[in-house]
């Protein structure tokens, strides 16, 4: 099956600061999420992004699905961007309606006040 | 706003109850999906469905079955609860035609 790899598995950032986190995948996709864990273990949309760039208030987001890989852009963090990043990407499949996520293991940010 | 509502927060069982978790979905999605977060091995999906009725394996069945009666819900069960079902789980909804996913809160069980 396809591999999710994410990198760095742990950040720890002063407020503040900005961040990047990648995700890399072995093989072709044709969907692509970013969620945000919080310290309650609710799972947030972040990114619907299966290719290009996309922003949403000190987010971004870019997807180059040709070369495997997807990066989330925090910046001026703050102690509420907190908790687990996950990428997600949809394998595809044959049968009409098989879409399932498979995930990374996630990035750990640490925002220190 | 989807909304994606998982019927415990936290629940505690014994080993060898049949355990049900229920989740319902208020956005007439045709897909849902239970998966299970487990540290160090981030989410691992279970089983999902497609359509009423209509059921497919997942990354790791074993223990599980699945019920979609009804297409706002889907249920996961537990026939025989065994200790390393010990987990969080997590139940999520989507429109066909690989639309984003969207989680409801989860739910963290304990067997004890």
């Known amino acids: 099956g396809i591999q999710v790899e994410q990198s760095p598995p742990d950040l720890i950032l002063q407020e503040g600061a900005n961040s990047t986190l990648r995700c890399n995948f072995s093989?072709?996709?044709?969907?692509l999420q970013w969620f945000h864990q919080n310290p309650w273990g609710q799972l947030i949309n972040l990114f619907y992004?299966?290719?290009g760039t996309k922003q949403n208030g000190r987010l971004s987001a870019t997807t180059v699905a040709t070369e495997r890989y997807s990066l989330l852009y925090i910046s001026s963090s703050q102690t509420t961007d907190s908790g687990v990043y996950f990428c997600?990407?949809?394998?595809?499949?044959?049968?009409?309606?098989?879409?399932?996520?498979?995930f990374g293991t996630g990035t750990r940010l640490t925002i220190i006040p | 706003d989807v909304k994606v509502t998982q019927s415990s927060r936290y629940l505690v069982k014994r080993t060898g109850e049949k355990v049900f978790l229920e989740c319902v979905q208020d956005?007439?999605?045709?897909?849902m999906f239970w998966y299970r977060q487990d540290p160090g091995l981030g989410l691992r999906l279970i089983y999902f469905?497609?359509?009423?009725?209509?059921?497919e394996k997942g990354d790791i069945p074993e223990g599980y079955s699945v019920s979609r009666e009804k297409k706002e819900r889907f249920s996961l069960i537990l026939e025989s609860a065994s200790t390393n079902q010990t987990s969080m789980y997590l139940c999520?909804?989507?429109?066909?035609?690989?639309?984003?996913?969207?989680f409801g809160d989860g739910t963290r069980l304990s067997i004890l």
């Open positions: 093989d072709s996709v044709n969907n």
């Open positions: 956005m007439d999605h045709e897909n």
């Open positions: 992004i299966p290719s």
């Open positions: 999520a909804s989507s429109l066909r035609g690989r639309k984003p996913q969207h």
């Open positions: 469905s497609y359509d009423v009725k209509m059921k």
């Open positions: 997600a990407v949809d394998r595809g499949g044959s049968n009409f309606g098989n879409e399932k996520l498979t």
